[in-house]
């Protein structure tokens, strides 16, 4: 096929047909071309096409494929805790999010601040979407712009599971407030926190919905009546 001709064929796909066969959104697909997930190509029109057989190969290696438990992040693998050996009230963290760099902070700020957390990381939103019906974790930290699903098309589906319900969310991002507001539908009442922010507001908020050790319950008991 020669990718300067725009005409259709019937082994590639638009953009618009590719969100809907995959049920995701126009912008998670253009992320997954830009990762090299999909392979695609411009029409001399300036129109993109993605190839039918990477979409093909896509989908079939979600459906054989990696377990929610192999989708983790490099970064979960020093301080996750299978939950089978650990105790039952062990809390319970999810974080989605696609950027190593982030993954590896996110996970130091919780093992700094509640090192008896059980922290899973998904890489990608079917993996993460997957993974919250099998944890029902206490948190979930979702990034917005994610391969598979993006953050607010995954909040949506999510919100309609009455298990949901019992979760604490919270939106991390490195999108401004002008960037994001085509996500505004799902982010609402939502707190969100700007990447460059995490460091500053993430432990802060946490400690609103995760327990302390004891030690620093007990430090922050005795401060208290000074």
């Known amino acids: 096929m020669n990718p300067t001709d725009s005409s259709r064929s019937p082994d590639d796909f638009t ?7 995959l049920g995701i959104s126009v912008r998670s697909v253009q992320l997954m071309v ?22 093909d190969n896509w989908r079939d290696s979600r459906s054989l494929g990696k377990s929610p438990e192999v989708s983790r992040g490099p970064a979960s693998d020093a301080i996750a805790v299978e939950r089978r050996g650990g105790p039952p009230e062990q809390p319970c963290v999810l974080l989605i999010d696609d950027s190593v760099h982030f993954q590896k902070l996110i996970s130091l700020l919780i093992r700094q601040r509640f090192p008896s957390v059980d922290l899973r990381i998904a890489d990608d939103g079917i993996a ?7 944890l029902k974790p206490q948190v979930l930290i979702v990034d917005i712009l994610l391969p598979g699903i993006d953050g607010a098309t995954l909040i949506t589906s999510l919100r309609s599971h009455p298990q949901f319900a019992s979760s604490h969310l919270v939106v ?14 799902a982010l609402e009442d939502v707190p969100v926190i700007h990447k460059p922010r995490l460091v500053a507001e993430l432990p802060g908020l946490l400690t609103k919905w995760l327990p302390l050790p004891a030690k620093r319950r007990a430090d922050g008991a005795i401060a208290g009546t000074n």
């Open 172 to 185: 991390v991002t490195s999108l401004d407030e002008v960037q994001r507001a085509p996500y505004a539908f």
């Open 15 to 21: 953009t618009i047909e590719v969100a809907r066969a």
């Open 34 to 55: 830009d990762r090299g997930e999909l392979e695609a190509w411009k029409t001399s029109g300036g129109h993109r096409r993605i190839a039918r057989a990477s979409v």
């Open 128 to 134: 993460g979407l997957a993974l919250y019906g099998e």
